[in-house]
Each structure stands twice: as C-alpha cells, then as structure tokens.
C-alpha cells in the first residue's frame, strides 16, 4: 500500500511538473510572438523629401574636409589650440554665409571660441530646442593613424581625419543642413538654438556652461536637446541583422580620483616588508579583482533589449521579450565583454600609476589616479563608499579630482524631442527601429539639466562592425 502511494504522489508530482513546464513555455512563447513588432517606429506616413544637388553633396564633403584640417586639439583645460579655435570661428563664417547674414539668425561668441545661434522661428508660443555639438578634438598622434591625422584625406570612399566621428561631423551638418534651408526660403515655426562648444573634450566649463549661462541670463527653457552621442548600428549587436538606432536617454556619470599611499624612503638593500607601491598596487588590485554591482534593469538598459526584442534570432528573441524570467542569465552574458560589460554596471579604470625615482631607491610615494564611470542607478557617493570599504586600507589616501552623477534618465516615447528624432531617424534610416540606450562617454549636454528634462543623445551616422574597429584601431 506503502508503495503504490508513494507511486501516487510521484505522478501527481510529475503531471503538476510538466503542467507547469506547458504553462511557462506558453507564456514564452506567446509574450514572444505577441510582443509589438513595430515598438520604436513611427506610425505617420508622413514623409521628409531630401533632395541635395550633386553640387551640395560635394560642398557637404569638402566642408566637412576643410574643417578636419584645422587642428583645433584641447590638451587640457589649460590648454588648448586657441589659434586653431579661432580658425575655425572664421571658417564657418567662409562657408556657410547664409548663415551668418540671415535676418532670421542672432550669432555670438561665448567664452572666447563657442558659438550660440539662434534661429527665430514664427510661432513665438513654442518653446524652443538646442542642437549641440563641439568644435574641438582630442590629440591624435600621427604614429597611429593610416594618414595624416588633420590631413581631411578622402580614401576609398572614407573622409579620415580626427574628429569625423567625434564631433565635427555633426558641427558641418547642423550648419550645412540650415544653410540649404536658409538658401530654400524656409522658415522655421519653431524657433531653435545651436550651440557649439570649443571644450567639450575637456569638461565644457569654458563653452557649453557659458552658453548655458547665457540663456539662463535671458530665462530660456527648453522643449529638448540634442547632443552627439549614440549612432544607427550595423551589424554590431550579435543576434541583430539589421540596422539599429540608438538614442541615449542618459549619460554615465564620472569619479576621477588620485590613491596615494606614503611610507619612509629606503634603499633596495634593505627593504622593508612592505613598500608604498606594494601597498598602493595591492589596493588597486583589490578594485579590479571586485567589480562594481551588477545594475542590469535599473537604467534604460532593459527597456532597450526588449524593444528590439523581435529583431533578435531565435533563440535570443525568446530571452528579450522575456527578461522578467532571463535578466540574471543575460545580465551575465553582458559582462563578458567589455563595451557590453560598460552598459550593467559603473566601470574602474586604473589611468595613471606613478612612483619611483631609481632601480635601487624604494620611494617614500605611490600614486594612482583611477577614473569610474557610473551607471545611472549609481550615486557618486555610493560608489565611493562601496570602494572604500572595497580597498579596506587607511593607509591609502583618497582624493577626489572630479566627479559628477549620472544625468537623469529622459523620458521617451510620449516626450515631444524623442518623437521629433525618431521620426527623423525613421525617414532617413528606414529599416532602423529606434530604442532608448546609455550613452557611456560624457558629453556638453550635462550642463543643460537645468533647461530641460529632455536631454538626447544622436549622431546620424552608420556605423558596421568593421567601422567600428576601424575607430579603435
């Protein structure tokens, strides 16, 4: 009787076992076939006509050339090509002169080298938006590069040069955009601003904060911005044979800070038991030994794997539109990999390690300066703390250089900026669906937090696999 009881419950067991595996496949299944096919696109069927003549196809080209070739390098924020900056000033007015005689436009120059434009349009009961962009560009130096670095060089259908991904790229088409406007007659009905900083490269203190100072002045507030930042990519998320357009709904935020470790001087003969680069280099190991947590699903990060969740292989569609049940699995995954592993959780870079005089002189210091980019779920504070108690050592002294949050995440979908954009992006990328995503490098756009809640991040570009370690290399 025992036995047959027992054999009783097992197949109730196993019949409620495999209920419950029929049940959770369902699920799977259906919230995978079921999930909108179209989320991140554009219902309208409205359409943006571009026609460019092959004589403003070439003048966009050249433009962009010429502009490469002015080396307009910020080495620091002390430091900066001021004589390349104020080139550039003059370029820009050389070539786009509708620009810069339009009654409909107000021009100035803020902090020396940036420029504020604004666009006046005819209904003065909208509020108006920013493009942003940078003028300048980080040092290149020419042993790594196939050419010239400022050389403008086209070369099998390629413009090289520094800065034409990041960011004079986008200074040349915002103004080349409304020059073939402004020479159209057209009119815009709301009224706009473009601002270009000259330091963006190096905090943005000297020329976006003065732009912003300045409308702060005149009580502007603005619809939206929109800054550089992600890109339409091709080929580059695994499991995604289509295009992909990515619009950063937030930014990273940054800690930069100095180790310092100081212990008596000594000579190589008679070493003590520890030294300040043995002690220095255990706590910076510690760091890199213990990552930052994990934050998958606290920023914009999930909201973008399942919005593209229809777009993935199989089986991967299956895991995207089903993160309530896979998000530790994948959270896992994306740890693997380094650009994917800076999208889960605030990164620890070791930039800098200084120390030492001479082979046989133990320094009496030891230095480390380590850079953390933070999720946006992160505080400055709460990373600090849980690197304090990471390093463990009152020995190591801690001073912070800089540091700033993350922004606040910007809504998408219902906000008017996100509309506009991913309107743009579905008409001239057509086969693009649009998600939010992170952008993990810092950009101008963190200093408008205080004229608007919608801050965006876009440059319209293309970028394949093999662009992409083109940049790198």
Known sequence: MAVSRWKAVGSTLLAMFLVGLVALLAVLFIRTYTWPNEVGRWNSNETVIIELTEKERKQLVEALKGAIRIPTVSFSEEEQNTTALREFGEYIQKVFPQVFSSVLIHHEVLGGYSHLFKVQGTDLSLLPYM?????????????????????????????????????????IGILQALEFLLKRGHKPQRSFYIGLGHDEEVSGHKGALKIVEKLQSQGVQLAFVLDEGLAVLDGVIQGIRQPVALIGTTEKGSITLDLTVNRSPGHSSMPPSETSIGILAAAVSRLEQNAMPNMFGEGPEQDMFERLSTKFDFPLNIIMANLWLFSPILSRILERSPSTNAIVRTTTALTIFKSGIKSNVIPPTATATVNFRLHPAQTVQEVLDIMQNTIKDERVEISVLNSFDPLPVSPNDMSLGYQILQHTIHNVFSRAPVAPGVCVGNTDSRHFVNLTNNIYRFSPVVLKKEDVDRKTN
């Open 131 to 171: 493009l942003l962009a940078h003028i300048d560009v980080v040092p290149a130096p020419p042993e790594s590069w196939e050419v010239p670095p400022f050389s403008g060089e086209e070369r099998d259908g390629y413009v090289y040069g520094r800065g034409t991904l990041d960011d004079k790229n986008s200074v």
